[in-house]
């Protein structure tokens, strides 16, 4: 009998939950993951969450941990430290994907021949394994990345900073005690900015927060911050340069606009102020850029994407193009979180299964 194989490109909750669905449903799923673990950004998330129906309050960690158990379970094919090279369409309309990763015995409870099951490269020993798979369809989960020092590659003196003074992206929720007293500039105007600065003004820090534009987080969580005494909310406003001016401070070039309120750090538009840390929580881009180069060059056809390279689908979860299909936070603007990414992940699986099997 005629196996029905789904490549899951992206092993984080979409990807898994997919996988699971594809499972139950009788296809075979082989789950594409770049890292050397199961879980995606939830391996970023180190807060307890409260939000998530029948968990109770886990870590983004923990939630992983019980995610990667439950596929595991179920034998599902999983290739980590594993990257995408190729993808060409084959002549039944099918696709042929080339794999370039580590090729590792799997554990004996669930032989099998291509399956990767570490959750960590040290506790392997691997090599370098290339090899061709064929898919019926391709479900593509593999989710976005948080912007980080790249945000800031036009600022002079930025590349003179050491690596401990700017701290990216879900970094700056880890043992928010250590920064303790200190003076932090965040970077960002989104939820995790301001949550981040709340946070911060419990450990007794002083904390400005700078974008461009104005914030965009939930206005209680701008509420809290902008009352707070140690707070100043700096929107419309531009670092120019960053100096470190001795082993624990960090001076700040700031150039604010007119439009700007509540700003007892600027003079005739233009500022300085000195800092102990940096945080960029700038918000997440997505990661579509790297498939879509592979499916111009290998199919000819191009996935349609927003103005911010977020792939578009339809309310099934298909793309433009056939028995292509996507979930989870590389297709969602709107609700991005991980109860939506197990959604969608089970929406993409039950379509590709329909589409395909009828």
């Not at 370098?128 to 912007?147: M, P």
Request: aromatic fraction near 6%; charge should be negative.
């Amino acid at each position: 009998m005629k196996t029905t194989n789904i490549a899951v490109v992206g092993a984080g909750p979409a990807g898994l939950s997919a996988a699971l669905w594809l499972k139950n449903l009788g296809l075979t799923p082989i789950v594409i993951e770049r890292e050397a673990k199961t879980g995606g950004m939830q391996n970023f998330n180190f807060l307890h969450n409260d939000w998530v129906l029948g968990q109770l309050a886990p870590t983004g960690l923990n939630m992983a941990s019980s995610f990667d158990l439950h596929v595991k379970e179920r034998a599902v094919d999983i290739r980590l430290q594993c990257s995408l090279e190729s993808i060409i369409r084959a002549n039944d309309g099918g696709f042929i994907l080339s794999l370039n990763g580590q090729k590792t015995p799997a554990p004996k409870k669930m032989q099998s021949s291509f399956q990767i099951h570490s959750q960590s490269s040290s506790q392997v020993h691997s090599q370098s394994h290339a090899e061709k798979i064929y898919c019926d369809g391709i479900i593509l989960a593999n989710g976005t990345r948080y912007l980080g020092k790249e945000i800031m590659s036009h600022v002079a003196g930025v590349d003179l900073l050491e690596r401990d003074d700017i701290i990216e992206g879900p970094y700056a929720f880890l043992d928010v005690e250590r920064h303790k007293n200190k003076r932090v500039l965040i970077v960002g105007a989104g939820d995790n900015a301001f949550e981040n600065a709340a946070m911060l003004l419990q450990q007794d820090c002083q904390v400005t927060i700078i974008a461009r534009s104005a914030p965009s987080a939930r206005s209680q969580f701008v509420d809290e911050v902008a009352v707070h005494p140690q707070a100043t909310i700096m929107d419309g406003a531009s670092i120019m340069f960053v100096k470190k001016i001795n082993p624990t401070e960090i001076e700040i070039g700031i150039r604010s606009n007119d439009s700007s309120k509540n700003r007892p750090l600027v003079s005739k538009n233009k500022s300085t102020l000195v800092v102990n840390q940096i945080h960029i929580l700038a918000g997440y881009c997505s990661n579509a850029d790297t498939v879509n180069s592979l499916m111009l060059s290998g199919v000819g056809e191009s996935l349609d994407c927003d103005n911010n390279q977020f792939l578009l689908v339809d309310r099934l979860g298909r793309t433009n193009v056939s028995h292509i299909y996507a979930a989870g936070d590389v297709c969602n603007t709107d609700f991005p979180c991980v109860v939506s990414a197990v959604a969608s992940g089970a929406l993409a699986a039950k379509t590709a299964s329909q589409d395909l099997l009828g």
